[in-house]
Nanobody, 123 residues
Framework: QGLLVESGGGLVQAGGSLTLSCAAS????????VGWFRQTPGKEREFVAA???????YYADSVKGRFTISRDNAKNTRYLHMAYLRPEDTALYYC?????????????????WGQGTQVTVSS
């Protein structure tokens, strides 16, 4: 296993919900900003949401009002709750972490990445 491990992906019908988890080992997420990104074949990786080390949250316009990012420092885990899912949300979802409280929406600014978890939304 790597330093970040995602889980919670799966197949869901449009309109349904899923919660993804991102658990860290070997470092403490409370001092890191965590972002969620997604990618589909042939497309560039896309920023989805982020939560800063101090708990500020940011969302891509495409998921605002439908997705919620949250944290549990005791479990050293971050979550992405996805509701009202659409077929266009289908992608491989990655969590990523970087030190400090500054949030970036660009993937290269993040140092640690998970292996990804697949989310498939059927119409």
């Amino acid at each position: 296993q790597g330093l970040l491990v995602e889980s919670g992906g799966g197949l869901v019908q449009a309109g349904g919900s899923l919660t993804l988890s991102c658990a860290a080992s070997e470092f403490t997420l409370s001092t890191h900003t965590v972002g969620w990104f997604r990618q589909t074949p042939g497309k560039e990786r896309e920023f989805v949401a982020a939560i800063s080390a101090t708990g500020r949250t940011y969302y891509a316009d495409s998921v605002k009002g439908r997705f919620t990012i949250s944290r549990d420092n005791a479990k050293n885990t971050r979550y992405l709750h996805m509701a009202y899912l659409r077929p266009e949300d289908t992608a491989l979802y990655y969590c990523a972490a970087k030190t400090g409280d500054v949030v970036y929406t660009r993937g290269p600014m993040y140092n640690f990445w998970g292996q990804g978890t697949q989310v498939t939304v059927s119409s």
